[in-house]
């Protein structure tokens, strides 16, 4: 019986070792006319994803505030770390962005204080505490705790932020400009960027769709306009005029897209101006109120830096309060307007925090811009909690009023003195003009090159501001962006400087900055 068994077995399995050879002679017949696997091999890409292939979108989005020339300044940094003495400076100062804590500027205390508190509640109960933290902000750090559902500030929130938050931006917004604000026209955001693209994302529904944006702008709105598909209409500011907005030149681009068929959807209005540094005149900021109204175009009041003014002759106005004051309610006109805790005295850029304040639109398109918010699910909560203590500081009687006044009234009129500094500075060199800085945190100076120098860029294959902004980073180690970065009139070259390195170090500034300038114009004299 075992034998007849290992009989059937060992006829079974010579039948199906001969049918897997027809098969593999089969497969071999029938594939032996196809090309050898390694031609196929080669012509196949080594990678799906190359420049061809990725979203074109993507290709045409530039930022040049963290550019090309930051790239080789981050290089040379390296350099200077690995090879003290490889360069004729000892330090990379990075004048190239608003990123004031960075370059040595002390964050406010009372506003640590309360971040410090809220992230770690177990040592409020703690009797220590009571020395080492001032009872206001303890008692601030109470107050947010209970906002926040088991007073957990690692969980999420609501999508437009914490809503106890809110009410303390709210409450903010109303002081500052005597006009009531609705906590639920509040979106706590990552910063003011993410609220921007947010608005984008609302308002292009193709190319076709233009907005409105300041030449020289803050390369956020061309990159994420780019992003997003649409056009750039650009309006240019008026640099013999103090970089004025004239209306006249918004009704001049805005009838010269209409022509192309360009639908235009907004206006974005930077006040005080990034990189121009101007503050908005009052009568101007109504102009632009009645243009929108008029012309039925979303105003995106980027306000970023409206706690930095410092000329005496100007102050903040923020759209809202602007176009409250003419009458206007949600009816009339549709307003957004952005805020960062990045800015102002607080500085505070690594913390991301920051809101958009929506005004004018309809229900049903409030629940869409809603939907968009909740896809990144929440800000970030220490970002929603500095965001109500910019909005909400210390006030006279509180514990640390004195300490936060002068800890704010050192940084801004430090400020305004770096400014003025800087700005005298450009003004006495050769073929340098300079507007005076009103507002924000940077010069843009124009540089008027000697023609060889314009030929040596174009030698070069790169803008004339870019080339001469490589030559003071090898020279110097000082980073500044070129104006072609941020757009600009054509024919017209200039650089953006940050008033941000510390008061005792522009001293050094002025000093590497006139030395390179005087041989940079020397060697290319005409």
């Known amino acids: 019986m075992y034998f007849t068994m290992w009989r059937f077995v060992a006829d079974r399995s010579k039948n199906f070792i001969a049918s897997l050879t027809r098969r593999s002679l089969s497969f071999e017949q029938r594939f032996s006319s196809l090309p050898d696997s390694s031609s196929v091999m080669s012509s196949t890409p080594s990678t799906p994803v190359t420049l061809e292939t990725i979203n074109p ?7 040049a505030v963290r550019g090309e020339i ?37 964050p406010i205390t009372f506003f640590r204080e309360v ?64 006009f009531p604000a ?23 529904r193709s190319e076709k769709d233009g907005i409105l944006c300041p030449i020289p702008q803050y390369p956020l709105y061309s990159a994420s306009i780019a992003l997003h598909g649409g056009t750039l209409v650009p309006y240019y500011l008026d640099e013999a005029t103090g970089w004025g907005l004239e209306i006249s030149e918004l009704k001049q681009q805005l009838e010269d897209a209409n022509s192309k068929g360009i639908t235009v959807r907004s206006l974005v209005v930077i006040n005080p101006g990034n990189p121009t540094g101007q503050v908005l005149a009052e009568d101007n900021q109504r102009e632009i109120v009645e243009f929108c109204k008029k012309e039925g ?47 102002g005295y607080y500085g505070e850029c690594g913390k991301r925090g920051g809101y958009m304040e929506v005004t004018g639109f309809g229900a049903d398109v ?21 965001a109500s203590l910019v ?29 003025k500094t800087l700005e005298d500075a450009f003004n006495s060199l050769e073929g340098v003009t300079c507007n005076k800085t009103e507002g924000a945190m940077y010069l843009f100076p124009c540089l008027h090159l000697p023609r060889k120098a314009i030929e040596a860029a174009e030698a070069a294959k790169t803008a004339p501001d870019a080339f001469y902004a490589r030559r003071l980073l090898d020279a110097t180690g000082i980073v500044v962006v070129p104006g072609s970065g941020f757009r600009q009139v054509p024919g017209t070259w200039h650089f953006r ?6 008061e005792d170090k522009i001293p050094a500034v002025v000093s590497r900055l006139t030395a390179f300038h005087q041989g940079f114009m020397a060697e290319f004299h005409d």
């Open 182 to 204: 609705d906590p639920n026209d509040i979106f706590l955001t990552d910063g003011a960027s993410p609220a921007v693209h947010m608005m984008m994302q609302l308002l292009i």
């Open 391 to 419: 909005m909400n500081p210390p006030k006279v009687g509180d514990e640390s009023f004195e300490s936060y006044s002068a800890e704010k009234d050192g940084i801004l009129s430090s400020l305004a003195r770096r400014a």
């Open 70 to 106: 930051v790239t080789h300044a981050q290089l040379l940094q390296q350099e200077l770390q690995t090879k003290p003495g490889s360069h004729p400076f000892d330090e990379i100062l990075y004048c190239n962005i608003g990123n004031p804590q960075s370059l040595g500027q002390q």
């Open 297 to 343: 175009l979303v105003l995106l009041a980027d306000e970023v830096y409206q706690e930095n003014v410092y000329v005496t002759d100007k102050k903040f106005h923020s759209f809202k309060k602007i176009s409250r004051s003419m009458g206007y309610g949600e009816e009339d006109i549709s307003l957004v307007s952005f805020q960062s805790v990045s800015k």
């Open 497 to 502: 400087c940050t008033i941000l390195p510390q």
């Open 57 to 63: 979108k993507v290709l045409k989005c530039e930022y």
């Open 115 to 178: 971040l410090a508190l809220c992230d770690h509640p177990n040592i409020l109960d703690k009797s220590e505490t009571q020395g080492l933290f001032s009872a206001d902000a303890i008692e601030r750090a109470w107050g947010i705790l209970d906002q926040i559902p088991g007073r957990a500030t690692g969980a999420y929130s609501h999508s437009q932020g914490i809503k106890g938050l809110r009410d303390s931006v709210a409450a903010g917004i109303a002081a500052r400009d005597g």
């Open 366 to 386: 409030r629940e869409q811009i809603y939907k968009v918010a909740s896809v990144n699910l929440c800000s970030n909560i220490s970002g929603q909690i500095l």
